[in-house]
């Protein structure tokens, strides 16, 4: 499956209804959930937003924030506002709607490239490479209520039924051995799991968009795993920093922290690296998070 077949799983092709105005459909739902991804709002209304803005801009910061839950069977449409029009700069505005009322409301601006005459950046953690791991059948990120829904995957282990149709693929890389409680950290290699075309740049950053929100809650539940037993998780918000050029089908690193947690409520960042260590994209997510009783 390459270039537009691609397309039409993730984000998901998005269909020009009026100006401006675009409907997008194929969502992909999650095992046990019983909304949409909200990776799947980020990614169709960046996508919505970039067919408005010039070629030579390139998104660098985008904020979404999920304001009502979405039906999973219905298309989505993408109203974009186009907040302003600079040299160096463009401003827009994404709401997200179904049967006319507000799921999602995305803010995303983009950049003219400039040469930089500074840089710095956080280095990369030292793990094992994606060569050496095996792939993750998502048994941690699914909901435990989910078990009568269970499946054998290739090598007999137990997976949730869709679970295997999730369009990223994933590694888990192990932590150091810690005593007592653990650290609300994960450390995960991912990817597309099918090639996508070298001439689409934006492409690239609407699936990274789209697979950036899969793992995050899940990190700040790293230290109560296996006990915990969810009854709901949901996304409330979620911001990215694009800082580099990247390739979302070449492995990346995804360093997710959460230095807080309470009120029912998890804050987690990322760190998102390419092989050779560059930094390219930041992420932050606030969650909803509460147990199954």
Known sequence: ME?????????????????????????????GAKRIYGGQLVGQALEAAT??????????????????????AL???????????????????????QQGRPIAVTLASFHKHEPSS?????????VPGPETLS??????????KMKDDE???????????????VPIAAKICPLPHQEGKKEPRLLIWM???????????????????????????SAALTPYHPSFKVGMMTSLDHTLWFHS???????????????KAGNNRALVTGRLYKQDGTLAVSTVQEGLIRSKL
């Open 191 to 217: 990817k597309s799991r099918e090639p996508l075309p070298s001439d689409s740049s934006s492409l690239h950053l609407c699936l990274i968009a789209y697979m950036s929100d899969l793992w995050m809650l």
């Open 151 to 165: 499946v054998s995957d290739k090598d007999g282990k137990p997976v949730r039924k869709g679970a295997l149709d």
């Open 245 to 259: 050029p990247v390739r979302a089908d070449e492995w990346l690193l995804y360093e997710l922290y959460s230095p």
């Open 3 to 31: 270039g537009e077949d691609m397309r039409a799983n993730v984000p998901g092709v998005l269909e020009e209804i009026d100006g401006d105005l675009y409907r997008g459909s194929h969502l992909w739902r999650p095992v």
């Open 135 to 144: 792939e993750s059948k998502y048994q941690f990120f699914v909901n435990e």
């Open 75 to 97: 298309p989505v449409m993408y109203k974009v506002l186009r907040l302003r029009d600079g040299q160096s700069f463009a401003s827009r505005s994404v709401l997200a709607s």
């Open 51 to 72: 067919r408005t803005v010039a070629s030579t801009l390139t998104v660098h910061s985008l904020h979404t924030y999920f304001v009502r839950s979405g039906d999973w």
């Open 118 to 126: 500074f840089e710095h950046q956080q280095p990369m953690p030292d």
